[in-house]
């Protein structure tokens, strides 16, 4: 099925423990982002890529890792996760075409708990 | 820092009722604005896209309209139904990156 799928939707983690939420889009859109959303905070953008093997830091980078080997994968690991880190997480992607960015879409989102 | 608001939090109005979602944002060299929509424990649904050069998009009952000079974007929703309740989010593109930024939503209930 065409679109962008996140796994697992939900996990339940230790405390120093490391996770990876995967993210796959089947689009081939240039550009992934990662978003956490917290009460209070709204989305805010944890890391993006704007092309395989290039990656930068959005505005809440700390405790997170991103790698982008592939152009449909974009794969979030927390090295050690804490409780901070509990939220909802959520994979986008979008697309340039004669320099005029297309409509972003997301994923289904995937509920991270760190107890 | 571009910054996004969307005010009130929350709005609650009798089914059948026009309504007006308002947006604004600080930094009016933006690329593109979107509207999305996002139902309980879901994800987010794009529901219009405003390139920087429109001044407006429609889909169906919806009217997004963009107001760059001002900072500002409304989502007109027509005959309005129990169904569209769910929290209406809208977010911009503010350079070549594509990263959005969002304004923390507005939280609709549209009463039978």
């Known amino acids: 099925d065409a679109g962008i799928t996140q796994s697992p939707r939900y996990k339940i983690t230790e405390t120093g423990r490391q996770v990876t939420l995967m993210c796959h889009q089947t689009?081939?859109?240039?550009?992934m982002f990662w978003y956490r959303q917290d009460l209070g905070h709204g989305l805010r953008l944890i890391y993006y890529?704007?092309?395989?093997?290039?990656?930068d830091k959005g505005e809440v980078p700390d405790g997170y890792v991103v790698s982008r080997s592939k152009t449909e994968n974009f794969p979030l690991t927390l090295e050690s996760a804490t409780r901070s880190q509990t939220s909802v997480y959520f994979c986008?992607?979008?697309?340039?075409?004669?320099?005029?960015?297309?409509?972003?879409?997301f994923g289904q989102g995937t509920r991270l708990t760190v107890v | 820092k571009q910054e996004v608001t969307q005010i009130p939090a929350a709005l609650s109005v009798p089914e059948g009722e026009n309504l007006v979602l308002n947006c604004s944002f600080t930094?009016?060299?933006?690329?593109?604005l979107q509207w999305f929509r996002q139902d309980p424990g879901k994800g987010l649904t794009s529901l219009l896209l405003?390139?920087?050069?429109?001044r407006e998009q429609t889909s169906g009952r919806l009217n997004a309209s963009l107001d760059k000079s001002s900072g500002r974007s409304t989502l007109y929703i027509a005959a309005s139904q129990p169904g569209d309740s769910a929290t209406y989010l809208c977010a911009v593109v503010a350079g070549a990156n594509s990263k959005l930024t969002f304004g923390k939503g507005i939280t609709l209930s549209v009463r039978p």
């Open positions: 890529s704007a092309a395989a093997d290039i990656t």
């Open positions: 986008a992607s979008s697309d340039q075409t004669g320099g005029r960015n297309t409509e972003a879409f």
């Open positions: 930094d009016s060299a933006i690329y593109n």
């Open positions: 405003i390139q920087s050069s429109q």
């Open positions: 689009w081939s859109h240039s550009y």
